[in-house]
C-alpha cells in the first residue's frame, strides 16, 4: 500500500488508527505521540513515514478528524462562518506549509442550538 504513493511528493493522510493504516503505522513507529489527546482533540503534524513526506490529520475519532481537516483548510486560508464559507482565490503555486499542530477542543459539541417557541411556551 505505501508504493501507492509518489515518494516525491507530500502526502496528506487523515483518520484515526482503527480506519486508516498509514495513521496505524506512524503510531507504531512512535513518529505522532497522541498521549495528551483526549475526546475530540487532534493532530497535524508532518513527518517522513517510510522515506515519505506525510502530513498526518489525526484524531481518536471521527469528529475530531474532522475538526483537524476544517483546521487545515483554515491554515491554508479558508474560512468556515456561519453565514457562508470562503475559500481563497485560486493558486496553481500552492504549498502547503510545515505544520506541527495540538489543538484541545474544549467543547464536545460545536454549532448552533436554536430553540423555538411555540405558542403554547409562550407566557
Known sequence: MHDEIDKDSLAIVVGTPSNNQFV???????????????????????ISLDSMDV?????????????GVFDFFEELGCLFLISQDVLPEKNLQ???PFLDIVRHTENRRRGLWVTFCSPSTLP
Open 24 to 46: 496505524n503505522d506512524a503510531l507504531k513507529k512512535g513518529l505522532i505521540v497522541v498521549d495528551e489527546l483526549a475526546g475530540d482533540d487532534y493532530l497535524i503534524k508532518q
Open 55 to 67: 502530513l498526518i490529520i489525526y484524531g481518536q475519532n471521527e469528529r475530531a478528524v474532522m475538526y
Open 94 to 96: 500552492l504549498t502547503i
